[in-house]
């Protein structure tokens, strides 16, 4: 968005947004090895209904980039006053987030009675050096930070067994 008026020489707002993300269900069926054991005792009856699965029943990736870049030059209203003559020259303001965020799930009925879930959250920014990105060095070091530097804000893991 470009956006300017009598106090604001420019305003450029950037917003960028993206995401990926991949869901797996299963229904497994469980595996009874006993099953067909011929006891009548009330003793291996527990050996008898003994099952398990053998793999996870879902699992979930999301991937988000959210950055945002903004540019604000105000005007020089002293210098619109005195005739074109400015003393002091306002600099332009710069406002960047770059916030990367990852969550993992998965679940997984170990057995038809024992059953396992796994959550992960993790948030992270990137830093992006200062000022405008008009070369290409500052450029290649934002795609460079991006996959190596981040600042990780917040990790979360939250683990359910019933």
Sequence with gaps: MYRRNINTEY?????YLGAIGYNYNTNPKPVTPFK?????????????????????STFNFRWDV???YGELKVRDVNALLNSGVSDN????????????????AT???????????????????????????????????VRRISSTGKKYRLHAQHVVVV
């Design 66 to 68: 959210n950055r945002h």
């Design 36 to 56: 067909n054991l011929k006891s009548k005792s009330k003793y291996l009856r527990a050996v008898k209904d003994f099952n398990f699965n053998y793999m996870p």
């Design 89 to 104: 020259s306002i600099p332009v303001l710069y406002d960047k987030n770059f916030m990367m965020n990852r969550q993992y």
């Design 11 to 15: 305003e450029i707002q950037k917003d």
């Design 107 to 141: 679940s997984w009925d170990i057995t038809r009675a024992l059953k396992f879930e796994f959550n992960a959250n993790n948030q992270s920014k990137v830093d992006e050096p200062e000022g405008a990105l008009n070369t290409s060095e500052k450029r290649d070091s």
